[in-house]
Protein backbone atom coordinates (compact mmCIF):
# COMPACT_ATOMS: atom_id res chain seq x y z
CA UNK A 1 0.00 0.00 0.00
CA UNK A 2 2.71 2.44 0.68
CA UNK A 3 4.46 1.77 -2.46
CA UNK A 4 1.32 2.42 -4.65
CA UNK A 5 0.75 6.09 -2.58
CA UNK A 6 4.54 6.93 -3.41
CA UNK A 7 4.22 5.75 -7.33
CA UNK A 8 1.11 8.18 -7.30
CA UNK A 9 2.92 11.05 -5.59
CA UNK A 10 5.41 10.43 -8.46
CA UNK A 11 3.14 10.85 -11.60
CA UNK A 12 1.75 13.79 -9.96
CA UNK A 13 5.09 15.87 -8.45
CA UNK A 14 5.64 18.97 -10.23
CA UNK A 15 9.60 19.58 -10.98
CA UNK A 16 11.12 22.34 -8.88
CA UNK A 17 12.33 24.21 -11.61
CA UNK A 18 8.60 24.57 -13.09
CA UNK A 19 7.40 25.42 -9.68
CA UNK A 20 9.38 28.65 -9.40
CA UNK A 21 8.71 29.52 -13.22
CA UNK A 22 5.04 29.40 -12.01
CA UNK A 23 4.95 30.65 -9.19
CA UNK A 24 7.24 33.95 -10.57
CA UNK A 25 4.93 34.86 -13.38
CA UNK A 26 2.08 34.68 -10.89
CA UNK A 27 3.76 36.83 -8.88
CA UNK A 28 4.34 39.49 -11.49
CA UNK A 29 0.57 38.98 -12.13
CA UNK A 30 0.28 40.02 -8.69
CA UNK A 31 2.11 42.46 -8.73
CA UNK A 32 -0.03 45.29 -10.40
CA UNK A 33 -3.43 45.27 -11.66
CA UNK A 34 -2.27 46.55 -15.27
CA UNK A 35 -0.08 44.14 -15.46
CA UNK A 36 -2.63 41.37 -17.38
CA UNK A 37 -3.59 43.86 -19.63
CA UNK A 38 0.05 43.66 -21.23
CA UNK A 39 -0.79 40.18 -22.37
CA UNK A 40 -4.08 40.84 -23.84
CA UNK A 41 -4.78 43.32 -26.68
CA UNK A 42 -6.05 46.22 -26.86
CA UNK A 43 -10.06 45.51 -28.66
CA UNK A 44 -10.44 42.59 -26.07
CA UNK A 45 -9.94 44.80 -22.64
CA UNK A 46 -14.15 45.66 -21.52
CA UNK A 47 -14.35 48.95 -22.24
CA UNK A 48 -11.75 49.94 -24.74
CA UNK A 49 -12.92 51.89 -27.96
CA UNK A 50 -10.70 53.79 -30.12
CA UNK A 51 -11.74 56.82 -31.24
CA UNK A 52 -11.75 56.67 -35.38
CA UNK A 53 -11.62 59.54 -37.66
CA UNK A 54 -11.54 60.71 -41.24
CA UNK A 55 -14.82 59.42 -41.79
CA UNK A 56 -17.44 62.21 -44.11
CA UNK A 57 -20.54 62.52 -45.99
CA UNK A 58 -21.54 64.77 -49.03
CA UNK A 59 -23.92 67.38 -48.12
CA UNK A 60 -24.04 69.45 -51.37
CA UNK A 61 -22.01 69.30 -54.88
CA UNK A 62 -21.84 71.00 -58.08
CA UNK A 63 -20.86 71.53 -61.27
CA UNK A 64 -20.20 74.82 -63.14
CA UNK A 65 -18.78 76.31 -65.74
CA UNK A 66 -16.86 79.59 -65.86
CA UNK A 67 -16.10 80.33 -69.27
CA UNK A 68 -14.07 77.41 -70.47
CA UNK A 69 -13.19 76.52 -66.92
CA UNK A 70 -15.21 73.46 -65.55
CA UNK A 71 -15.42 73.72 -61.56
CA UNK A 72 -17.08 71.87 -59.25
CA UNK A 73 -17.38 72.68 -55.34
CA UNK A 74 -18.55 70.16 -52.75
CA UNK A 75 -19.17 70.34 -49.17
CA UNK A 76 -18.52 67.77 -46.30
CA UNK A 77 -19.46 67.11 -43.35
CA UNK A 78 -16.91 65.13 -41.52
CA UNK A 79 -16.08 63.78 -37.50
CA UNK A 80 -12.34 65.11 -37.38
CA UNK A 81 -11.93 67.29 -34.52
CA UNK A 82 -7.82 68.14 -35.44
CA UNK A 83 -7.74 70.94 -37.75
CA UNK A 84 -5.09 69.30 -39.99
CA UNK A 85 -6.91 66.08 -39.95
CA UNK A 86 -9.90 67.99 -41.24
CA UNK A 87 -7.77 69.68 -44.14
CA UNK A 88 -6.90 65.80 -44.51
CA UNK A 89 -9.33 64.60 -45.02
CA UNK A 90 -10.49 67.46 -47.47
CA UNK A 91 -7.15 66.52 -49.44
CA UNK A 92 -8.61 63.15 -49.68
CA UNK A 93 -11.71 64.10 -51.13
CA UNK A 94 -10.63 66.52 -53.31
CA UNK A 95 -7.69 64.63 -55.17
CA UNK A 96 -10.38 61.49 -55.95
CA UNK A 97 -13.29 64.14 -57.39
CA UNK A 98 -10.45 65.38 -59.21
CA UNK A 99 -9.45 61.74 -60.47
CA UNK A 100 -13.20 60.86 -60.88
CA UNK A 101 -14.62 64.04 -62.57
CA UNK A 102 -11.83 65.97 -64.16
CA UNK A 103 -12.74 69.72 -63.21
CA UNK A 104 -10.07 72.11 -63.72
CA UNK A 105 -10.74 73.90 -60.14
CA UNK A 106 -11.64 71.40 -57.26
CA UNK A 107 -13.35 73.58 -54.06
CA UNK A 108 -14.03 71.11 -51.02
CA UNK A 109 -15.24 72.62 -47.88
CA UNK A 110 -15.51 70.39 -44.59
CA UNK A 111 -17.85 70.92 -42.16
CA UNK A 112 -18.58 69.26 -38.77
CA UNK A 113 -21.52 66.56 -38.78
CA UNK A 114 -23.11 67.73 -35.08
CA UNK A 115 -23.17 71.52 -37.49
CA UNK A 116 -25.79 72.75 -39.76
CA UNK A 117 -26.83 70.38 -42.83
CA UNK A 118 -28.57 72.91 -45.24
CA UNK A 119 -26.83 74.59 -48.19
CA UNK A 120 -28.29 77.91 -46.81
CA UNK A 121 -26.52 77.55 -43.46
CA UNK A 122 -23.42 76.22 -44.26
CA UNK A 123 -21.19 79.45 -44.71
CA UNK A 124 -19.19 81.10 -41.87
CA UNK A 125 -18.54 79.58 -38.59
CA UNK A 126 -20.08 76.13 -40.36
CA UNK A 127 -17.18 76.18 -42.50
CA UNK A 128 -14.04 74.66 -40.15
CA UNK A 129 -12.19 74.30 -43.74
CA UNK A 130 -11.50 75.20 -46.97
CA UNK A 131 -9.50 72.88 -50.15
CA UNK A 132 -8.82 74.51 -53.40
CA UNK A 133 -7.72 72.03 -55.96
CA UNK A 134 -6.02 72.89 -59.44
CA UNK A 135 -4.68 69.49 -60.75
CA UNK A 136 -3.10 71.88 -64.15
CA UNK A 137 -2.93 75.73 -62.59
CA UNK A 138 -2.59 77.10 -66.14
CA UNK A 139 -6.08 75.96 -66.78
CA UNK A 140 -7.57 77.54 -64.02
CA UNK A 141 -8.14 81.53 -63.60
CA UNK A 142 -8.72 81.00 -59.52
CA UNK A 143 -5.35 79.82 -58.69
CA UNK A 144 -1.44 80.07 -59.87
CA UNK A 145 -0.54 76.99 -57.89
CA UNK A 146 -1.82 73.56 -57.20
CA UNK A 147 -3.26 73.77 -53.93
CA UNK A 148 -4.65 76.20 -51.53
CA UNK A 149 -5.95 75.68 -47.90
CA UNK A 150 -7.14 77.65 -45.34
CA UNK A 151 -8.29 76.30 -42.04
CA UNK A 152 -10.19 77.82 -38.68
CA UNK A 153 -7.63 77.05 -36.49
CA UNK A 154 -10.06 75.30 -33.64
CA UNK A 155 -11.99 72.19 -32.90
CA UNK A 156 -15.35 72.11 -33.25
CA UNK A 157 -18.00 73.40 -30.54
CA UNK A 158 -20.63 70.60 -30.01
CA UNK A 159 -23.06 72.71 -31.86
CA UNK A 160 -20.66 72.31 -35.06
CA UNK A 161 -19.25 75.48 -35.75
CA UNK A 162 -15.77 77.12 -36.02
CA UNK A 163 -14.19 80.03 -34.04
CA UNK A 164 -11.08 80.85 -34.19
CA UNK A 165 -7.84 82.16 -35.95
CA UNK A 166 -7.90 81.07 -39.58
CA UNK A 167 -4.74 80.13 -41.33
CA UNK A 168 -3.63 79.90 -44.85
CA UNK A 169 -1.38 76.77 -45.04
CA UNK A 170 1.88 76.93 -46.87
CA UNK A 171 2.48 75.34 -49.90
CA UNK A 172 5.31 72.99 -48.58
CA UNK A 173 3.17 71.83 -45.60
CA UNK A 174 0.10 70.82 -47.67
CA UNK A 175 2.16 68.98 -50.13
CA UNK A 176 3.49 66.95 -47.32
CA UNK A 177 -0.03 66.23 -45.63
CA UNK A 178 -0.78 65.36 -49.32
CA UNK A 179 1.94 62.70 -49.25
CA UNK A 180 0.54 61.07 -46.29
CA UNK A 181 -2.92 60.11 -47.39
CA UNK A 182 -2.27 56.34 -48.01
CA UNK A 183 -5.74 55.76 -50.27
CA UNK A 184 -7.27 58.20 -52.70
CA UNK A 185 -11.24 58.34 -52.07
CA UNK A 186 -14.63 59.71 -51.36
CA UNK A 187 -16.45 59.76 -48.54
CA UNK A 188 -17.55 56.79 -47.11
CA UNK A 189 -20.78 58.20 -45.48
CA UNK A 190 -22.37 58.48 -49.30
CA UNK A 191 -22.11 54.65 -49.75
CA UNK A 192 -24.85 54.06 -47.20
CA UNK A 193 -27.18 56.88 -49.68
CA UNK A 194 -28.44 56.06 -52.76
CA UNK A 195 -26.48 59.53 -54.52
CA UNK A 196 -24.45 62.24 -53.26
CA UNK A 197 -26.56 65.51 -52.94
CA UNK A 198 -26.00 67.55 -56.57
CA UNK A 199 -26.89 70.37 -58.35
CA UNK A 200 -26.00 71.62 -61.53
CA UNK A 201 -25.54 74.95 -61.77
CA UNK A 202 -25.28 76.74 -64.74
CA UNK A 203 -22.17 79.23 -63.83
CA UNK A 204 -23.94 81.08 -61.01
CA UNK A 205 -23.44 81.06 -57.24
CA UNK A 206 -20.05 80.95 -55.00
CA UNK A 207 -19.03 78.99 -52.96
CA UNK A 208 -19.30 79.56 -49.17
CA UNK A 209 -16.54 81.06 -47.32
CA UNK A 210 -15.07 79.47 -44.40
CA UNK A 211 -14.93 81.81 -40.72
CA UNK A 212 -12.71 84.49 -40.87
CA UNK A 213 -13.25 85.98 -44.20
Not at 146 to 163: I, L, M, Q
Request: with cysteine; hydrophobic share 40%; proline share 6%.
Amino acid sequence: MAAAKRQLFKLFRVSRKLALLSGGFLFVLGASGTAALVFAPANMIPGFQEETRGHCKTVYQSEFRRGKEKRLIAVISGNDLDPKDRVKTGLRVARHLSETINPDLVIVQVADHRGPATRAELRGSAIGAEIVYAPVPTRSLAVSQPWEVRYVNTVPTSAGYYFGKRVDMPQADIEALAHEIELIEGCDGDLVDEDAKTVAAGGHGEPAKPAGH
